[in-house]
């Protein structure tokens, strides 16, 4: 690999590994969202992904967060419900224990407690993006 390559690639790594800026924490939610939930949310996030129609459940509105909680973005609960690990969420749900995923997706490579911060990490970024669409 020519060095100048081999220096972004490298540089590409580490961004990939440290703390991420607020201002970058809406694009990389709104490409996790994009990847893991539109599926079910829709693209817009309007609970209408080409997936909704096969769950028993309805699939939530997400832009209508903020209206259904007088007004104010309720950032807590919506992190705690995307992590899924708390008893916030009822048994049953359809959505995916995201926290779980994400802390042994890292638990490969990184220790338990920095995997424990990438989860949080990327359920920050979703929320951030989600806080963005609301009506
Ligand atoms: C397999 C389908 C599916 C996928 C994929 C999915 N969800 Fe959900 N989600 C649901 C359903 C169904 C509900 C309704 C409540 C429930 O099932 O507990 C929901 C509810 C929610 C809620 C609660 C909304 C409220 O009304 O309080 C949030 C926040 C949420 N999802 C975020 C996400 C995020 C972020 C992702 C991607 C990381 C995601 N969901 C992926 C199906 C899904």
């Known amino acids: 690999m020519p060095k100048k390559l081999m220096k972004s690639a490298v540089t590409g790594l580490v961004l990939a590994l440290i703390p991420v800026p607020s201002f ?3 694009a990389l939610g709104r490409q996790e969202y994009l990847n893991s939930c539109a599926g079910c949310h829709g ?19 997400l832009t209508v967060l903020a209206a259904n909680n007088d007004g104010t973005f309720p950032m807590h609960d919506v992190l705690m419900f995307i992590d899924g690990r ?7 749900s359809d ?5 779980q995923r994400y802390v042994d ?9 920095e995997a424990e911060e ?3 990490r990327r359920a920050l970024a979703l ?3 989600i806080e963005e669409i609301q009506q």
């Open 95 to 99: 959505m995916p224990i995201w926290g």
């Open 86 to 92: 708390s008893s916030i969420r009822a048994h049953g």
């Open 24 to 26: 970058a924490q809406e």
């Open 43 to 61: 693209a817009k996030g309007k609970g209408d992904g080409p997936l909704a129609e096969l769950l028993t459940v309805r699939v939530s509105d």
């Open 105 to 113: 997706e890292a638990s490969a490579i990184v220790t338990r407690s």
């Open 127 to 129: 929320a951030t993006y």
């Open 118 to 120: 990438y989860a949080k």
